[in-house]
Structure formats: structure tokens, C-alpha cells
């Protein structure tokens, strides 16, 4: 069993498997009578059919160490993880290597970041750490199947770090 080691969600670290979604910064543009920032254009939303669907979904929160046995990947369109809560979750995302995941890595978000994965890059399952664990997921809503699961012989730990704490 290998393990990886659990580091801090950081938009350069996260760019080849996709977008950091988070207002942090000057807004792009000042909108609502001087009242709201808009942070504009955050994600490279990416499908090879249908459309872009809104989504919610509620998942069971998780506590680490966390046994990583299985990786997915959306090979028809990007899809966008938004916390409806302040609560840090789980990233995990590995390179394609030849068809299957490579080496996992694992990041944990700051409260208030969500991430957008690129269309065809593998990743964990929703892995909130916190109750409620909702989510509103963007993701394409299409015809024919859109999801590549990989199961692997031997799981990974995925560990907390001096950065990251176990909760």
C-alpha cells in the first residue's frame, strides 16, 4: 500500500488537472450599485455534446486517513465541484498514464474553494471531511455514457501532512 500525503489546494499545484474556483483577489468587475464583486469566468467548462446542467449532490462526509481504491474520470465533459459550505473537503487527482491513473495526489481545499476538472482527468469520488457535504455540481448532461472508473490493485493511503491536520 502506498501513501500520499495530503498538501494545501494551490491553483499553480492544480492546473494541469484543472481550475481552482475560489473569490480571492480584486474582483474582475463591480456589479449591484457598487454592492458585489464579480469574479468572472473561473472555469474552463468543456463538453463534446449535449449541455451544462446544475446538479446537487449530498455526500456522506469521510475521515482520514482515507483508503483510495478506485479513480473516475469524465472522458465527455469538465466537471465542477461547489461546496454550499465554508467546510474544507478532499481533491484527489492523478495524470493519465497510459489509459489508468498515475500517482494519486491529494489537496485540500481552503473554505470557500471549489475546483473544476478538466474533461478527462482522473479524480476521487466527492470526499467531503465536514457535514452537510453539499455540493453543486456543473457537469455535462448528455446522451451516451460520460463516467471511466479504474479499481486498483493495491489501495493508497491518503494521509494528513503537518499542513493538512487530521481532523
Known amino acids: 500500500m502506498s501513501e500520499v500525503v495530503i498538501k494545501p489546494l494551490t491553483a499553480r499545484d492544480f492546473a494541469p488537472f484543472g481550475d481552482v474556483l475560489e473569490a480571492?483577489?480584486?474582483?474582475?468587475?463591480?456589479?449591484?450599485?457598487?454592492?458585489?464583486?464579480?469574479?468572472h469566468d473561473l472555469a474552463q467548462l468543456d463538453f463534446a455534446d449535449g449541455h451544462a446542467g446544475i446538479s446537487l449532490f449530498q455526500a456522506e462526509p469521510r475521515a482520514l486517513p482515507l483508503q483510495l481504491d478506485m479513480m473516475e474520470r469524465h472522458p465527455e465533459g469538465s466537471q465542477a465541484f461547489l461546496p454550499m459550505s465554508l467546510d474544507p473537503f478532499l481533491v484527489i487527482v492523478a495524470e493519465d498514464a497510459g489509459g489508468v491513473p498515475g500517482q494519486p495526489q491529494a489537496f485540500?481545499?481552503?473554505?470557500?474553494?471549489?475546483?473544476?476538472?478538466?474533461?478527462?482527468t482522473w479524480h476521487g469520488v466527492l470526499t467531503p471531511l465536514h457535514a452537510p457535504g453539499l455540493?453543486?455540481?456543473v457537469d455535462r448532461i448528455g446522451a451516451g455514457p460520460n463516467l471511466q472508473?479504474?479499481?486498483f490493485d493495491a489501495p493508497?493511503?491518503?494521509?494528513p501532512s503537518d499542513e493538512v491536520p487530521e481532523r
Not at 24 to 39: H, M, S, V, Y
Open 24 to 39: 480571492k483577489g480584486a474582483a474582475d468587475k463591480i456589479i449591484n450599485q457598487g454592492l458585489c464583486g464579480r469574479f
Open 108 to 120: 485540500l481545499t481552503a473554505p470557500g474553494q471549489g475546483v473544476n476538472y478538466h474533461r478527462n
Open 135 to 137: 455540493f453543486a455540481v
Open 149 to 151: 472508473e479504474h479499481w
Open 156 to 159: 493508497y493511503t491518503i494521509s
